[in-house]
């Protein structure tokens, strides 16, 4: 059975999603200043003790000391960045002593270790930016607050023959309306540009956090991922032309061989044996026709003409109209469409994980059924395949699932398998939903 239909999306809430963000960035701020009190006084007291110290032994161990004091407070502003910056928590490696390191080595280890002059930069320097931001959000808070009850205590504030209101200053009278105008007036806009305000100082502050605290070691995360990606490509092409090849060897290229002896025996038939070289002739046109076949179905393998022309929906239908068992196919149908479709790398890595995962189900896994869906989340594309089998399938050397891990790494991608011994088995990939030019 299959099925092609749009993938549903939540729905979503903004007003509920503005305000949680607001709480979230006005208690980022709110609770940045005190620890960039903190983290200033650590810092300005143990590096000038440190220098202080400097011509005595202890000096040393006090900077080490602070640098592991000021480490501290660096790891709970990572655990606040994800809350304002909306990335994923990473933590440097630091570096740490040789084993059998003594004991000035064990000293001198986050001496030596940039990271370390990094947080002690943080720390130094988060109070520049955490004071102003701490104010301007306290007060846009107040204007905001006060200016929308004003109306509710105006009465209550005194006011003697020699006050001079704002709005007076500002020529529009000094009676009570017009104060609980002027006044309303202001604290409406400072509500309105209150979620505004308060990211800017969130962001802000955040910034220049990740650059000291999270910079670097995104950038070897990168580097690594890179390298992984590269390799990965490598490894993906390898395996896919080693499988081209062993392929060709075992169909079509028997079969040229085939043919090209029953051709030479044929024309070594047409004149003492017509009726024999004619039964020759047919054997070597049915060669060439599955010749054909095979070609065929192996550049299907490659890159289907359905997958280019029409995308990805109507591939897979194509795909799970061959299966060998029922195939339940979910797959969003805007992604068939010109303006939804995907990269043509990202496509044929999604043509190619379902493919693969389903031969493997028709050969291994003894399935009586299938489930495949494919649906866009966000900046990713999700892939699952599921079956009833008896399960065991694993990303171990040797097995099958390698080489779609290989594809989806090459891709930027995740692959998770969950596959118990006796089933059922259920795979998982990501990918991102790069659009594509078509």
């Known amino acids: 059975m299959t099925a092609t239909r749009g993938a549903a999306t939540p729905a979503s809430h903004p007003l509920r999603n503005l305000l949680r963000q607001l709480l979230r960035d006005s208690g980022y701020v709110l609770s940045g200043l005190p620890l960039a009190v903190a983290g200033f006084v650590v810092a300005v007291t ?46 440097p490696v630091y570096r740490g002593p040789d084993p059998d390191a003594n004991f000035w080595r064990r000293v001198l280890a986050p001496v030596r270790d940039p990271q370390s002059w990094l947080d002690l930069l943080h720390a130094f320097s988060k109070l520049l930016v955490a004071v102003p ?44 309306g017009a104060r609980i105008f002027l006044n309303t007036a202001i604290g409406v806009f400072a ?17 220049l956090a990740r650059a000291l605290l999270t910079g670097v070691a995104e950038l070897r995360n990168r580097i690594t991922t890179l390298e992984e990606q590269k390799r990965a490509a490598a490894s993906a092409e390898a395996n896919a032309l080693r499988k081209l090849e062993r392929d060709i060897h075992d169909g079509p290229q028997q079969r040229l061989v085939r043919l090209a002896m ?41 890159a289907p003409p359905i997958l280019v022309d029409r995308g990805l929906p109507s591939a897979l239908a194509a795909l799970a109209g061959r299966g060998l068992i029922p195939i339940e196919l979910q797959v969003d149908t805007a992604l068939g469409e010109p303006g939804g479709r995907l990269d043509p790398a990202v496509e044929s890595t999604a043509y ?44 171990a050397k040797g097995h099958g699932l390698v080489g779609i891990a290989d594809r989806i790494r090459a891709a930027g991608g995740q692959l998770h398998v969950t596959s118990p011994a006796g089933g059922p088995t259920a795979i998982r990939a990501e990918l991102p939903a790069t659009t594509g030019k078509w």
């Open 46 to 91: 143990g590096f000038t003790l440190s220098l202080g110290l400097l011509v005595t032994t202890l000096g040393l161990p006090v900077l080490a000391g602070t640098f592991y004091a000021v480490r501290v407070l660096a790891d709970i502003e990572r655990l606040r960045l994800p809350t304002v910056l909306s990335a994923p928590r990473i933590r």
């Open 133 to 176: 931001a701490f104010v301007i959000l306290v007060c846009w808070w107040v204007l905001a607050l006060a200016g929308i009850y004003y109306a509710a205590y105006d009465r209550y504030i005194p006011y003697d023959a020699d006050s001079v209101s704002l709005s007076e200053l500002l020529g529009m009278g000094d009676g009570a």
């Open 191 to 207: 509500l309105l540009t209150l979620p505004l305000v308060v990211r800017a100082c969130a962001r802000t502050e955040g910034g």
């Open 262 to 302: 029953d051709l030479s025996r044929a024309r070594d038939q047409l004149t003492s044996n017509p009726e024999a070289a004619g039964h020759t002739l047919d054997e070597a046109v049915g060669q060439t026709r599955e010749t054909l076949s095979e070609l065929r179905a192996l550049s299907r393998g490659i």
């Open 352 to 395: 190619f994980v379902v493919a693969e995962a389903l031969t493997n189900v028709a050969k291994h896994s003894r399935a009586t059924e299938c489930r495949v869906f494919v649906e866009r989340a966000g900046r990713r594309l999700r892939v699952g395949i599921d079956d009833d089998g008896q399960g065991g399938a694993h990303l």
